[in-house]
């Protein structure tokens, strides 16, 4: 349903297109691993994904659960909660290693949190943490990178900003774009296993900024 719910919605705030690499295929039991940049931009990656025949399991912060509706939601359909830095911290990983196991694709978010930036301009991703490498060796699942561009335009900054960027985004309808990578394999190794990742992930939102003329991924490429 949420999948359902965010291919509905996207369309109206904004103008999403979707590429991947021709080799991306986006298989049973994969985790998908995304930039995150907005609170908009699960719901941009949702869309996406769901043009492409996917709607994985999403984990989420556990605050979600605790909205009106969205909680009922999220549970129904098998979403993850992520409990940060509380002891309940390690069963979402135990959760997700199970919907892998069920064949279920699982979508997580390697930088764990938002960017503090106020603006709306285009940014490489953050640091990746732990938990993906430990899920992939765990599981032994393959991770699709995807890179998303164009979320921080509905929505970006203060709480205000916020509000205001989601009111008068379908008037704007700024352009979106969702890059699917080609799945990798991590290696064993957490450090190794976490920097590969974040390197994909890179290059995918590379491409998506890219297609939509970001300075920041412009100038990337021209480096």
Known sequence: MLSRLADVLVPAVG????????????????????????????????????????????????????????????????????????????????????????????????????????????????????????????TGAPVVPVGQAGARRITSGRTGKQIAGLVTAPLRRPSLHVHVGAPITLPGDRAAGTAEAHGAVTAAWLTAAGLLGEPAALAAHRG
Do not use: K, Q
């Open 15 to 138: 103008r999403l297109t979707v590429t991947a690499d021709t080799d991306a295929p986006l298989a049973p039991g994969s985790i998908i691993v995304a930039n995150h940049t907005s609170l908009a931009d699960p719901a941009v990656v949702l869309a996406a994904l769901r043009r492409l025949g996917a709607e994985p399991v999403v984990m989420a912060a556990a605050g979600l659960w605790r909205v009106p509706l969205l909680g009922r939601v999220l549970s129904r359909d098998g979403h993850i909660p992520v409990h940060r830095r509380d002891r309940r911290a390690a069963r979402c990983l135990d959760l997700a290693a199970a919907a892998l196991g069920d064949g279920r694709m699982v979508l997580i978010y390697g930088e764990g949190g938002l960017p503090r930036r106020t603006d709306a301009a285009e940014a490489a991703p953050a640091a990746f943490r732990g938990g993906l490498a430990r899920l992939a060796a765990r």
